[in-house]
């Protein structure tokens, strides 16, 4: 009977058919109850995403007021990583201003970063039962302004050196020795990443 049929007799078929399924789902109490039951999961989901986003908000206006970058390696070998540091930051152009193995700091010298020079400053210690190597990653950007008079009889120059913050837009100096921090200091790996 079914193949004697013409195709629009079954499309016809199968849709009434289709409805009296989804008649009879609507009325049963559980289809009932679980649609009841994804509103609740979607609105709870969407609370949720919101909690999320709002802690995400709050972990990164904590993060761009930080200053410092402290990393806690997978290694416990001091020595070899503060070599190591050393002699990264020297292939990479930077100058050291101080390399003291028994302090644990590493300096740089100062370095065009966009607009501005930044110095970057390493410290290195050893913490935890297993002596894992934790690096503190500091910066400064530096500026200068110049006045003088014309005639050359009065001339000044004003330095300073603002805290390196990941606050700066994409590009600037601010940003630039963030990430330069950011690079170096996860260079080895991390366990564990705070920033102060």
Request: aromatic share 8%; hydrophobic share 40%.
């Amino acid at each position: 009977m079914w193949s004697n049929l013409t195709t629009y007799k079954k499309y016809a078929i199968m849709k009434r058919l289709l409805l009296i399924l989804i008649s009879v789902l609507l009325a049963l109490p559980s289809f009932a109850q679980t649609k009841k039951e994804l509103r609740e999961a979607r609105r709870s989901e969407r609370i949720e995403q919101q909690r999320i986003a709002d802690s995400l908000a709050y972990e990164k206006e904590r993060l761009r007021n930080a200053t410092a970058i402290i990393v806690e390696t997978p290694h416990s070998d001091y020595n070899g990583i503060f070599t190591s540091l050393a002699k990264l930051l020297v292939r990479d152009g930077y100058n050291l201003k101080m390399a003291d193995r028994e302090l644990g700091i590493i300096t740089t010298e100062q370095r065009l970063a966009g607009m501005a020079p930044i110095s970057l400053t390493f410290s290195l210690s050893t913490a935890g039962e297993d002596d894992k190597v934790m690096i503190t990653a500091t910066g400064k950007v530096h500026s200068s302004i110049s006045v003088g008079v014309r005639s050359g009889i009065f001339s000044s120059t004003t330095e300073s050196a603002d805290p390196i913050s990941n606050r700066g837009m994409e590009g600037s100096a601010l940003q630039i020795g963030w990430d330069e921090m950011l690079k170096y200091a996860t260079y080895f790996g991390k366990t564990t990443i705070t920033y102060r």
